[in-house]
């Protein structure tokens, strides 16, 4: 077999990796065309090695002739269907029509290829070569093929030209406009089904593409971002096993000077991201450290005078410095409940950099959830008697099992959301309910009456500084530092927080799922636990 | 009379606990550094000891270590009272004998009276 054969292999190997990392680390749908964009080229790539390998079996000349071109046909809707996703031009009218039409028409050539109708008959010619001839769906299918793909080009090289886009999307067409009209030269070789035969150096265009694209997701992060290591290694680690899988290959001079090239170009690319990447690494770590040092110090130092500011109010209050006249009092209950809010804050922003330094450690021993729910109603009981709402706790009918956690953190995010509750509901109230869910998690249920979420937001409240719609309309005040702390608590104790609400003004119901696996265990079971384990 | 000694450095502060504690009848005494409470103590005895972590010498911690060797020192509950809430710092706090630790921002003073009371019974 001719050299450039061979090379259809290792670089079939190449872009189904590359194909492959795309889909995995890239979210947007142009990664997933891109990844079955190139199992079909990997596909065309193997069927027409495997051709040539067959040439003297008839049968198999044309079943894998078949093969490489139900490939073919399947890779012209999702090349233009590529060129529509980075282009932007999904939503065009006529896309809307192209793109569908594009996808039946190339549903029906791949139906076709199964028949004599697309190619049939094998001939033979020189450099040891063998193909079908085409028939009339095949010069339909050509048709097909010039049009969608120079569409697809089209609409590439019109964004990668357009002043309008961002520098991003200008690159990302360039390189892809390059790599496929690199790839459709490889695509030559289809001449040979009307009987115009030459050398198939035309296979050279393939690696040539999948080097092109390769180079442009490492270097240019072409779909996904940060990947350059993988594929390097994949690219270097794909042209040495090219000897070990094919030992008989005959390269010649020119093809060991390509390999060696190749060699040296991914190895000198790898080395310079393995340090591009260390440097990187390394100032993001700095950039944390600096941050969370730097929220650290300040929050401390603000706690000191938040602590004169609300000791004196609060002894000002109680009248420790005279009877204070009823003018006076409104605002100094007003500057005592700021501070108080104030230093909730501080007290969250530390609580947040403590998480990120990875600082809070889990002080587990066995305790009563029920003893820490009543904990938590006495504490904040007041609170919701002042605005006139109810408060409930409805035990459980069954004894609660002993809980093994920290105790702190856990009661830190029921409590939480029960004052949330309390702060956001206007009328009615807040019920608490504990359950054992599959004998194996405590679900603690706080069910209010208040002002709701929305839908959109229901993941959202969970994250840091970010609040819901509806909770900002009635409480302007507030860091957003709450619910990612108890959210950040509970996933420490290997358990989950979710929110339903119907809507506004429908209320919210807040579960705290703690998975206890073995740590939830029977009373006779508690009295076996060594005592120490039990503090 | 009880006698509580508080050692902090923030006068805006001690001058605070000072006022609140006297007023609920407890004899005050102030030190702003280790060594210096450390001789207030001796000379004083005081029922209970008021200790901020973050001084101008050194670290409240060296007072709970030093206080083990002073035979007038060594019984005397101690509370730490501190804006600094480190994790590390509070387990050796309790471990060199603290009985509690509270953040002074968390906290109305009367609630820091209500703790010593209980501390002192």
Redesign the interface.
């Known amino acids: 077999m001719p050299f450039p054969v061979y090379l259809l292999v290792p670089s079939a190997v190449l872009i189904i990796m590359v194909g492959f990392y795309s889909w995995l680390r890239g979210k947007k749908r142009e990664n997933l065309i891109f990844f079955f964009l190139s199992m079909g080229q990997a596909l065309w790539a193997i069927g027409s090695f495997l051709l040539w390998s067959s040439c003297g079996n008839d049968i198999a000349v044309i079943f894998w002739d078949r093969i490489l071109y139900f490939a073919t046909c399947m890779m012209v809707p999702l090349l233009y269907h590529l060129s529509l996703e980075i282009c932007e031009l999904t939503q065009r009218k006529q896309s809307k029509v192209l793109l569908p039409l594009a996808y039946v028409l190339g549903f029906i050539f791949a139906g076709l290829t199964a028949t004599p109708y697309f190619v049939d008959g094998v001939f033979y010619y020189a450099f040891g070569g063998c193909h079908t001839y085409a028939q009339t769906g095949h010069h339909f299918f050509l048709i097909y093929l010039i049009t969608f793909i120079s569409f697809a080009f089209y609409n590439l090289y019109k964004t990668s030209k357009n002043e309008k886009q961002s520098q991003e999307i200008k690159e990302k067409a360039y390189f892809t406009l390059m790599g496929y009209l690199v790839f459709s030269l490889a695509g030559i070789g289809i001449a040979t089904a009307y009987g115009v035969v030459f050398y198939p150096a035309y296979y050279i265009f393939f690696p040539l593409f999948s080097i092109i694209i390769t180079y442009a997701i490492t270097e240019k992060n072409l779909f996904v971002a940060s990947m350059a290591t993988d594929i390097l290694i994949g690219a270097i680690l794909v042209l040495v096993s090219t000897f070990f899988f094919f030992p008989e290959l005959e390269m010649g001079i020119i093809g060991k000077g390509v390999i060696f090239l190749l060699l040296l170009v991914s190895c000198s690319l790898l080395l310079k991201h393995n340090h591009q990447e260390i440097r990187r690494k390394e100032e993001a770590e700095r950039i944390s450290k600096l941050k969370t040092e730097f929220i650290s110090i300040v929050s401390?130092q603000l706690?000191?005078?938040?602590?004169?500011i609300?000791?004196?109010t609060?002894?000002i209050k109680?009248g420790?410095y005279g009877v204070l006249g009823k003018e006076l009092s409104v605002p100094i209950n007003y500057i005592h409940d700021a501070s108080v809010s104030m230093?909730k804050m501080?007290?969250g922003l530390?609580s947040v950099t403590r998480l990120e330094r990875g600082?809070?450690?889990l002080k587990v021993k066995y305790f009563s959830i029920d003893n820490m729910i009543e904990g938590c109603i006495q504490d904040v009981e007041l609170k919701a008697k002042e605005k006139g709402l109810y408060l409930k706790y409805e035990k459980p009918t069954e004894p609660l099992p002993s809980v093994r956690g920290d105790e702190e953190k856990i009661k830190h995010a029921v409590m939480n959301i029960i004052n949330n509750a309390i702060l956001y509901t206007v009328t009615g109230g807040v019920t608490v309910s504990v359950s054992v869910l599959y004998s194996s998690n405590v679900r603690i249920s706080i069910k209010d009456t208040g002002v709701g979420i929305e839908k959109e937001e229901n993941e959202k409240i969970f994250e840091s500084f970010s609040r819901g719609k509806r909770g900002i309309e009635l409480q302007p005040q507030g860091t957003g530092l709450g619910l990612y702390v108890a959210k950040s608590f509970i996933a420490m104790h290997k358990g989950k927080i979710t929110v339903f609400s119907e809507g506004r003004d429908k209320g919210s119901t807040f579960y705290i799922d703690i998975p206890l696996r073995a740590d939830i265990i029977s009373k006779q079971e508690f009295d076996l636990v060594p005592p120490e384990l039990k503090k | 009379m009880k006698k509580i000694l508080i050692i902090e450095d923030?006068k805006?502060?001690s001058e605070?606990?000072k006022?609140?504690l006297e007023?609920e009848g407890f004899e005050v005494l102030n030190a702003m550094e280790v060594d210096e409470a450390i001789e207030i103590g001796k000379a004083n005895k005081p029922d209970l000891v008021v200790l901020d972590i973050l001084l101008p010498k050194e670290s409240g911690i060296n007072y709970l270590i030093k206080m083990k060797n002073i035979e007038e020192l060594k019984d005397v509950p101690v509370l730490v009272l501190s804006?600094?809430?480190?994790?590390e710092t509070k387990n050796k706090s309790f471990e060199l004998g603290a009985k509690d630790y509270l953040?002074?921002?968390?906290h109305?003073?009367?609630e820091i009276v209500e703790k010593i009371k209980e501390l002192i019974k």
Do not use: C, Q
Not at chain 1, 303 to 308: E, G, I, V, W
Not at chain 2, 103 to 106: C, G
């Open positions: 401390h706690r000191t005078p938040l602590a004169a609300r000791g004196y609060d002894m109680d420790d230093i501080v007290n530390l600082k809070i450690e | 923030e805006i502060l605070m606990y006022f609140k007023k804006n600094f809430d480190d994790n953040i002074k921002s968390n109305d003073p009367k």
